[in-house]
């Protein structure tokens, strides 16, 4: 099984920083896109910031230039920097990662690629 686990986040007050990080885990092949989403209580789930296998970073214009995307390929870890944190910045952060699998039978050599979701770390951020 392949799983993702968040760690960080916690309470904060505006205008501070704080990181999460996440660790991808289980029979691995490869990953590509790793990234972070948020749950802000009554809105949809939304887009953080995602990273490439090579590097390549996109972000949600709600944080261009006040949070960061990071990852280690080797560790299978992928990191999210948040400085100047604002109160709309609350929400429960999520990791999310194409992950592919190799399965090698008799049969087949069979390489299956899934997104995975991590179960999500709490960030409050208060005015």
């Known amino acids: 099984q392949v799983q993702l686990v968040e760690s960080g986040g916690g309470f904060v007050q505006a205008g501070w920083s704080l990181s999460v990080s996440c660790l991808a885990s289980?029979?691995?092949?490869?990953?590509?896109?790793m990234g972070w989403y948020r749950h802000a209580q009554g809105r949809q789930r939304a887009l953080v910031a995602t990273?490439?296998?090579?590097?390549?970073?996109n972000y949600a214009d709600s944080v261009k230039g006040r949070f960061t995307i990071s990852r280690d390929n080797a560790k299978k870890m992928v990191y999210l920097q948040m400085n100047s944190l604002k109160p709309e910045d609350t929400a429960v952060y999520y990791c999310n990662a194409d992950i592919a699998r190799r399965t090698i039978t008799q049969a087949a050599d069979r390489i299956t690629w899934l997104n995975y979701w991590g179960k999500g770390t709490q960030v409050t951020v208060s005015s």
């Open positions: 990273i490439t296998s090579g590097g390549t970073t």
């Open positions: 289980g029979s691995i092949f490869s990953i590509n896109t």
